[in-house]
């Protein structure tokens, strides 16, 4: 890495710190996931501005800001198995690769799973399997998962992911309309009984969680001829 990433990578944290994100574990996991190499070459430069970009097939990353966020109201321990829906670029789960024991990821675009995987290992992570297909379904055969975090947004929580949230188990998952300037990050915590609570972080946006229950094909092409 060259100083001048080094530097901007270091200022950037000092930014997140300062805008109230003060969570040293998560914090120094993002030190150490060079986020360069995750977004493309003509994003290089940028790649420690807290922005989120294009990751090609009309998906991004999001920006740190949101990633660390996430990722602090996670909780996630090092004893803990973790489901992320959305690989995308991999770099949300170069960060949960950090902080757990084993992470499992699932991607609909088979040429970004691919890719992640590919940046992923050259990287050094190999506590995590991927996988290609409907996220909103989960990941049946390997749950219940202890965390679960969702990074593209669903008209509700499915079901599916409920159900495969272990018992003190948290999702975090953003709720809404891909339209929508406001979707709802939601917490979802399930109690040792399996009683489910909800909560409301605040507002965000991200690309669609498209798929059995997620937003629908059609879903959204009547909402891009409506607007
Ligand atoms: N966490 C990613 C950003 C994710 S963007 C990162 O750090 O780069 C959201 C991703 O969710 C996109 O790659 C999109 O293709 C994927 N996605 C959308 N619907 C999905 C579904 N039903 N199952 C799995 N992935 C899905």
């Known amino acids: 890495m060259t100083s001048r990433l080094s530097r901007a990578r270091h200022k950037l944290?000092?930014?997140?710190?300062?805008?109230?994100?003060?969570?040293?574990?998560v914090l120094d996991a993002m030190d150490s996931v060079a986020r360069e190499s995750f977004v493309a070459g003509s994003f290089e430069e940028e790649a420690y501005a807290d922005k989120c970009f294009p990751i090609g097939h009309q998906q991004t990353i999001s920006s740190p800001y949101v990633v660390g966020w996430m990722t602090h109201k996670l909780d996630v321990q090092k004893t803990h198995k973790v489901l992320e829906i959305g690989?995308?670029?991999?770099?949300?789960?170069?960060?949960?690769?950090k902080l757990a024991r084993r992470v499992y990821t699932v991607e609909r675009v088979e040429s970004l799973s691919q890719s992640a995987e590919k940046r992923l290992h050259a990287m050094g992570f190999f506590n995590f399997s991927t996988?290609?297909?409907d996220g909103s379904l989960g990941w049946k055969n390997q749950a219940p998962f202890d965390r679960?975090?969702?990074?593209?947004?669903?008209?509700?929580?499915p079901q599916n992911l409920i159900d495969q949230l272990a018992p003190t188990?948290?999702?975090?998952?953003?709720v809404g309309h891909s339209d929508d300037t406001d979707q709802r990050l939601m917490k979802i915590t399930k109690d040792e009984e399996g009683q489910v609570t909800q909560e409301l972080l605040?507002?965000?946006?991200f690309v669609p969680l498209v798929g059995e229950q997620g937003h629908t094909d059609k879903d959204l092409k009547s909402s891009v001829r409506s607007s």
Do not use: F, R, W
Not at 169 to 174: D, E, Q
């Open 131 to 133: 996988e290609v297909g």
């Open 87 to 97: 690989t995308g670029s991999g770099y949300q789960t170069a960060i949960l690769c």
């Open 169 to 174: 188990g948290i999702m975090v998952i953003p």
């Open 148 to 157: 679960i975090m969702v990074t593209a947004t669903s008209p509700t929580v």
């Open 13 to 25: 944290l000092t930014e997140l710190q300062s805008h109230g994100l003060d969570n040293n574990v």
């Open 202 to 205: 605040g507002y965000v946006k």
